[in-house]
């Protein structure tokens, strides 16, 4: 789907579950009441919302390049690193960036998604939805990185963080070059927790490759944590390098994979490159499911409001019956607007404003 705009996830998004994501100052579900989703529970009919932007979660052991990476991910320093005068204790233990598309105070759809499973986390993920970081610029869109601890957590936080990193699109490790341990005892095994089937894709990179001069010391490493992971894992992998990851190597990464049309450098940078196009990929397929999936569900909507009977002329809002029938025959316009002038208009810019002015005539109706 080359060329195709994938803020059109958002977008997609915001029509199954409402404009307004909610407060994230609040522990609670984020949701608009006007959506897709409620006009289906509303009319008793099953639909699917589809998944929403690509996620991509980075693991690793404490000082292994997590932020560092993430940073070369958004081309930005967003994240405090051990490099960084503002580095401090993180008191989340998932760190979210989005797009700066993203509306403030929005959850994501994922976070979201992790507190109906687990209703004890909600004041955790109110607390992690607040202390999302925006990335200016367009390289995010349709996409998120969220940076997860794995060591150290107390058990809500373990399955919680567990539960977002397996519905992942993929899952990035860090190993650390410059460890006596690559990955610790305690990371390998929340990596052997994730599912081998219907999980995400797992890449694995070794960090601060550009701090290992000799070729052989890289071959040598690569060798002992491939054996390592092929043992606990069941499976091999391939291991790219990364580079360290501060304000000079980001920049020089960008420079270097604008001048080669994106090809960037092969020994400090191939696992940037790797996990940013798998990303690329997974969103490129949420959109095109999503797409399809909001055609499918308002075929479907638009049917169970035509077998209910409601008169044409509810459509323009402009029939006040008894307010005993008022409600449901307003249902049933707002659906019709839905199904027959929304929805189609999910390809254009000026959709969301045109979505807020509907159901606003629809509420004082």
Known sequence: ????????????????????????????????????????????VQIRPPRGQAVLAVVGDAASGKSSFVNALAQELIMPTSHSSKTSKRAVPAEWVLAERVPEGAWPRLLSQAVEHFPEWADTAAAVA?????????????LEVVEMTTVGLSTEDRRATAWIAAHADVVVCLLDSQAKQAASEELLTWLADLPREDGPQLQFVFSKSDLVARESDRIRFIAKVSKTLQERLGRGFEILPIATGDLTTILDMVDAAEADDGAGDQRTDAGRLRAIRALQDAADRHLQLGLQALKSDGDTLSAAVASRGCPQGVAGLKVRPRRGASMQLLMCGIAFCIVAGIVPMVLEEDQDADLVKIFMAGSVA
Not at 13 to 20: I, M
């Open 130 to 142: 607040k202390a999302s970081c925006r990335v200016v610029g367009e390289q995010l869109l349709g």
């Open 1 to 44: 789907m080359a060329g195709v705009d994938r803020s059109l996830l958002l977008r997609i998004d915001r029509l199954y579950h409402g404009a307004k994501l909610g407060d994230s100052s609040q522990a609670r579900l984020p949701g608009g009441s006007l959506s897709l989703c409620a006009l289906a529970q509303e009319h008793s």
